[in-house]
């Protein structure tokens, strides 16, 4: 198995074990799969992971139930008991027993193979391309914040950070007739959501006078939440949507004073995003800043910690038959 | 005007210039008043206020409307505009324009006088004694919590911090009939919750299994803050209660990753607290630990720091003609 391992260091393994599926898994041969801000947490040791990284992709099934086979796919990132008292109250993302691809005991889709339990594979439409469909999970993950909380039109938001997750909330939420602003410090990044008619901000030029009833923290610093809280109106909401290795020494008193409400927001539905993809409502394709290919697991994640550069996508196996 | 006054440091100012009632503003002749953690954090340096400390008191209108001259009454903190977007969307706490007594903006109640709004008077009945009465503001404050949480029978419910919010927090979450424990460094104070049949533990004996629906943060502290978000179960709340003049490092992943709502909470309804002390449902008064005269204002101060006391009440003037 060709895969990109960390273990203290981000490595290219060219012989790496092949993974074993279990009792309801799939094997999944790994078309493409994008780097995110988790994995550049894990590479500094964020969740002490040890193991193939990865957890964005699109593939298709090699091995698993028939009905699945030669299908392409992407892959929900929980793998969960179905016994516990979370799976049990429908909340089984937040499953007690949960292993997650690539984050936490069970091995990534930076490899030429990754195996997935049946239920958490979803089929791909053909109109959507191999380099859309990675952006699903995290789409997914942007779906999340309007699954949490209500976002009407004419509602005062704000997007804080313009990097990968920024960019695909700001889609998701300037399509709800919000007020939109997306406030970030990168001029290249920020230039996107112009091209979309979405408007922007350089987070120096930003008053906070606590006037926006939502603000969606995407900025995974603890200056950005800061903001977030400095743009977020009394009783208004910060959603949160970053996790760090390190503990952000950020000032929460503002919250307790205008008694916010900060809701942490992880993973999310895959249908709607999918849905979303597949009718040309979010368009992820300028966000693709490089493809570079699995054995350059190095160069990969230093153009994925890069300020100008957005997503970067691993190519690992072509599409076969396609 | 005898007062204990903040400005770089707090000191007994034996001639402070006397306060001058503005239009609708009675002037109250203060009886006794308590020491908080929030006037701990402005003596070093929170929110930057200079000017005479205190919020918490009761006291006797001495000049105002003629309906209320000559009763006994507790003062609600905080001093609105009514007229900008919070006040008119019945959110006058928090007023954009807001001053709030000893802490921002308006002198406090460490004073034989204090000039208080007309609509922020309360009445005392004569069944809640002076001491009792101090107890009102903050006694609000934990009423909030289940304002704005609703909190119902069999719960699983933790407290975190038995200091002095601790435990007023702790003894208005056990009227609900909620399952609740009390987590504590003290193990003198966590006693005052063990007295009243509330089930206590200590924060090193504790596992933090994220079993909790609803956990209130009154430790003041990032570790806290840090137990709290490992004792909420997935999708739970965490209220929290504390400001502080330093940023906290706290580690908010937890948060992410579990999606937990934080939600910041301040002042309460007054109305909730009177009624509470004058039906005898909640008892403050083993909580005063010491009551000192208002000249001695460092020692007030150092003993209210200190870890086993409680409360410090500052006795003032006696109560006229009572």
């Keep these: 198995l060709h895969a ?26 790994v078309h493409q799969a994008g780097i995110c801000a ?18 964005e992709m699109v593939g298709t099934v090699l091995e698993g139930p028939r009905n699945w086979r030669g299908q392409r796919v ?48 979803h089929g791909v439409p053909d109109n959507i391309s191999d380099e859309e469909a990675v952006f699903i999970e ?6 999340q914040v309007i699954k949490q909380v209500p ?10 950070g313009s990097g990968r997750l920024g960019l ?16 970030g410090r ?18 120096d030029e930003v008053a906070p006078r606590a006037d926006r009833e939502v603000v969606v923290d995407c900025s995974g610093s603890p200056a950005g939440l800061e903001l977030a809280l400095g743009l977020v109106r009394p009783r208004g909401t910060v959603v949160l949507k970053s996790t760090h290795a390190d503990r952000p020494a950020a000032n929460l008193s503002p919250a307790v004073v205008n008694e916010v409400t900060i809701l942490g927001s992880r993973c999310g539905p895959f249908p709607e995003a999918i849905n979303a993809l597949a009718r040309k409502q979010i368009d992820v394709r300028p966000m693709i800043s490089r ?13 994925a910690a890069a300020p100008d550069n957005i997503k970067i996508l691993l190519k690992i196996n072509p599409p076969s038959g396609r």
Tied chains: 1, 2.
């Design 168 to 183: 695909l909330v700001a889609q998701v939420l300037a399509a709800t007739g919000c007020r939109l602003e997306v406030i």
């Design 138 to 143: 995290p789409l997914a993950a942007a779906y």
């Design 74 to 121: 992407a892959c929900e990132i929980n793998c969960v008991c179905r016994k516990c008292d979370m799976c049990l109250s429908g909340l089984s993302t937040h499953c007690r027993n949960r292993t997650v691809m690539g984050i936490t005991g069970r091995d990534g889709c930076f490899a030429d193979l990754v195996a997935v339990p049946e239920a958490n594979l």
């Design 186 to 203: 990168n001029p290249r990044t920020l230039d996107q959501c112009e091209k979309k008619g979405i408007m922007t901000r350089l987070a």
């Design 38 to 55: 988790t994995d550049l947490e894990i590479a500094k040791g964020y969740g002490g992971f040890r193991g193939v990284l990865g957890h």
């Design 151 to 160: 976002v009407e039109p004419r509602m005062n938001v704000a997007v804080v």
């Design 291 to 303: 493809t570079l290919p699995l054995e350059q697991a190095a160069q990969a994640f230093e153009a």
């Design 4 to 29: 990109i391992v960390f273990d203290r260091q981000v490595r290219f393994e060219p012989n790496h074990p092949d993974p074993t599926p279990g009792s309801g898994e799939a094997l999944v041969r």
